[in-house]
C-alpha cells in the first residue's frame, strides 16, 4: 500500500477489516512480534493503547499493547505464548490474517516533559513501555530506562530501548547479562544516587510493578503502571478488567490501562489474574491430547 | 383440526389463550436451545379468532410503535400470513425478535379487552409467528435505491442503531453503522441468550440491512477509532448514537472484586457472545460453580440465573431487594424461571461478600428489606431492616442490578449533553441531541429500556434526520 494515498481512500480499502500478517519474528523463546495491517489504528494509535484480537470465529478476545505504528498502515504487536489463546496466535504466519482487531484502546499515556523520567520495564512488559519511552523522549523528557528479564535471552527490544533513552540499564534475574537482580534494584539505586526523578513508568509482571511502586512510595515519586487485568470486551462493558484503584473500582480497558501505581491494590489484581488457571490448563491439555508440552509450535 | 371443529371449540374457550409449546423444564435445563417453540399454524389460527377485532382497539395504545394490531390479526384468520407480516413490518422493523422479547404484558396485551375477564389474546405469539413464517421463505431484498448522495453514520448495531440504518437506507441513504465488538446485533447478540432469542434470527435481520446496502463495519469503537467531529468532517451529513446502556453497575459492597463475582454483563458476554458455553470448543472460559446467587430482579438477572442452571448449577438463588410483584422482568421470563427450579428471596440485599485465600468468593452476607414509600419509579422503596444480616453459601454470584449508557462517546464529544448518569439528552419529538446533525436514540438516551423503544426511537431520529437533510 503506498504511504501517499489519502485517509478517505485507505478506508475504502480496507472494509472488509483484512488484517494480513506482513512480517513475523521470534524475538525469544515464546516471544514472537507480528507485523499486521491495520491501516485505520496505525492512523490513529498513541503510546499506551492497546488492541484487542480475535484470531478465529472460536476464540477469545485478547488484549495486546500497540508496539509501534507506522504510516504504512501496519501495527506491531508482540506477545508472549503463555495460554492456549496466544499460542494459537503465534501459529499464524506471514500471509495468514487475524479474524478481529479492534483498536486503539485504552486512554493514551499522559506524554509531556516531565523532565527526568525513569522507565523501568520487565518482561513482555518492555514491549509496552518501549512507544512509551519513545513518546517521553520525543516530548522532550530526558529518559532513563531500565529493563529486565530473568536471562539475557528473554531481554526485548534492547537496540530499540537504548536508542530512545539518554540513559540505559538492564538487569537480569540469574545475571546473565547487566546488573544481577531486578529492575527494582536498580531504580533504588538512581534514586539514591540523586536522579531526581519527576516521574517513574513501571510496566511489567504484576509483581515487578508492585515492587517498583514501593520502591518509589517512601519517595513520593509519582509512579505510573500499566495494568493487564484479564479482559472481554475491552471496552468498557463487561467490568471483568476490574481493578481497585484508591479503594474505587476502575474499568483497566477505558479508565486505564495507566493508574498511579501508589493507589494500586496490586494483591487483588493478582488474585484476579489467576481466575481461570484451571481453564487454562484444562484446555490446553484438551486440544494437545500429548499433554504437557504443545505440540503446536516448533522452533 | 377441521376448522368448524376448531371453531366451535375456541368459541368456548375465548377467554382462554391457547398456550405456546415449550421444552419440558427438566430437558430445557440441559441444553441452550429455544425453550417456547412458537404456535403452529392450527394453533395461530384458534388464538387469532379469538381477536374480537374491537372497533375501537385499545391494545394499539400499548404499542410502543402502534402496530395495527387487529389488522395483522384479521389477516391471520384470514390465511394471508403474507400480507399479515408486511401489515406489522409497516410500523416494526424486527419483528421475529419483538414476538420474542417485548414485555407484551405490560405493553398491547395489558390493554386487551378480553384481559379484563379472561386471557388477553396473545398478540406477541402471532406476531411471532407470521415473522418467523416469513424467516423461511427466501428473502425478498427490496430494489436497490438510488443513492441520494447523502451519508449517515450510525455507532451502535443494537436494535436502535439497525432500525435507523434500515429506514434511512431505504430513503435512498449511504449508510455505514459503526460497531465496537465483533458482531451486530447489541444486547440482541450479547445479552440476551440463545435459549430466549437464537442468534441466527438477529442474524437475518443483520443480513436483510445489509441487503439493504448498509456498511456495517465491525470492530470500530467510536470516540477511540474516530471522534463523533472526525465523522462529520469527513463527509457525514448526519450521526446517530445508539450506543446503548452497558456499563455494568456494580454494588459497591466489600467484598465485591473476588473471584467467582461477575456482573450480569460479563456472565452473559462470554456465554452468549462467546459461546462460552461451548467450552473448549469456543476458547473463551466461564466458570460456574454450585451455588450460584443472581442479584437482581430483571431480564438480565433471569438470563443470567437461567444460563448459569443451564451450565450446571447446583442452585441458582435470585436474590432481589423488592419482592415478585415488583420484578421488572417480563412474566413469561418470571414463570419460565421458576418451572426451571430457580428460587427466590425476596427483600434482601447483599451488605458484603466473604472469599477465602485464593480470592475466591465463599459466602454473601445480605440484609432483610422492607417495602416503604413508593420513590419516583412508582414502586415502593425497599428499606433495609436494621440487624437483620444473614450470610449464605456461595461460589458464584452474578451481578444484575442496572446497567447506565457507555461512556467513551460522551467523554470524547464536546457540547454533547447528558445526565449525570451519562444518558444523553435529547428531543424526544426529534431525537436530536444538544448538537447540529447529532441524534441519539436507544438506551443511550433512555436509559435501559426494551428493544421495541429503542427501536420506536430509531425510527423518529430517522424520520428527523430525512425531514432534516432534505429541507
Ligand atoms: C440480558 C438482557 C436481557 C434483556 N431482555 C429484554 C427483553 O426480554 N425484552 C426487551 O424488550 N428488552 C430486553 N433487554 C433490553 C434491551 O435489550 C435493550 O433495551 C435494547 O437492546 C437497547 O437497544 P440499543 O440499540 O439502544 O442498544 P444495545 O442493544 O445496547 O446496542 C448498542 C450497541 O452499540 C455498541 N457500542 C457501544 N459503544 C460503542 C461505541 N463507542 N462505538 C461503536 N459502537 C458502540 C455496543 O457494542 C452495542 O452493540 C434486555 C437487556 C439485557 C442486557
Ligand atoms: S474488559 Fe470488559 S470492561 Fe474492561
Redesign the interface.
Known sequence: MSKSKPA?QLKAET?T?THKIIAKQDLASNIKQIQVLAP??AQ?AKAG?FVIL?VHE????IPLTLVTWDNDGTITLIFQEVG??TI?LGKLTVGDEI????????KPSEIKNYGKVAVVCGGVGTAAAYPIAKALKEAGSTVISIIGARNQQLLLLEEEMAKVSDEFFISTDDGSKGHKGFVSDVLKTLIDKNYGFATVYAIGPPIMMKVASDVTRPYKIKTIVSLNPIM??G??????C???VANQ?KFAC?DGPEFDAHQVDFK?LM??L???V???K??IQ??NPLGGKCTCHQH | MPPALMQQQQLQNRWQAIPMSSQKPAERINNFSEVAKGYTEEQALAEASRCLTCPNPQCVQGCPVNVDIPAFIKLITEHKYADAIRKVKEKNSLPAICGRVCPQEEQCQKYCVLGKKGDAVSIGRLERFVADLELTKPLTIPKPQTLNGKKVAVLGAGPAGLTVAADLAKRGYKVVVYE???VAGGVLV?GIPEFRLPKKIVQAEVDYIKALGV?L?????IG???TIDELLE??FDAVFIGTGA???K?L?VPG????GI??A??FL??VN???SY????????I?VGKKVAVIGGGNVALDSARSALRLGAESVCLVYRRSRGEMPARLEEILHAEEEGITCKFLASPTRFLGDE??RVTGMEYIAMKLGEPDESGRRHPVPIKGSEVVMDVDTVIVAIGRTP???IQSTTQGLNTTKNGIIVVDTDTGQSSLDAVYAGGDVATGEATVISAMGSGKKAAHSIHNSLTR
Do not use: W
Open positions: 478517505t472494509k477489516n485505520e489504528i490513529k493503547q480475535r472460536d476464540s477469545e478476545r492456549y489463546s494459537e479474524l478481529n482487531i479492534a483498536g486503539p484502546l485504552g472481554v470486551d471496552m468498557g462493558m463487561c467490568g471483568a476490574r481493578v481497585a473500582t477505558v487483588e488474585q484476579r489467576k481466575g481461570y484451571p481453564e487454562e484444562s484446555i484438551h486440544l | 465496537a465488538l465483533h450479547y456498511e463495519r465491525t470492530d470500530s469503537l477511540r477509532l474516530f469527513e463527509g452497558g456499563l455494568p456494580f459497591g465485591e472484586n473476588l473471584n461477575y456482573s454483563n460479563e458476554i462470554r457472545l462467546m459461546k461451548k467450552f473448549p470448543q469456543f476458547k473463551t472460559p466458570r485464593q480470592g457507555n461512556p467513551i
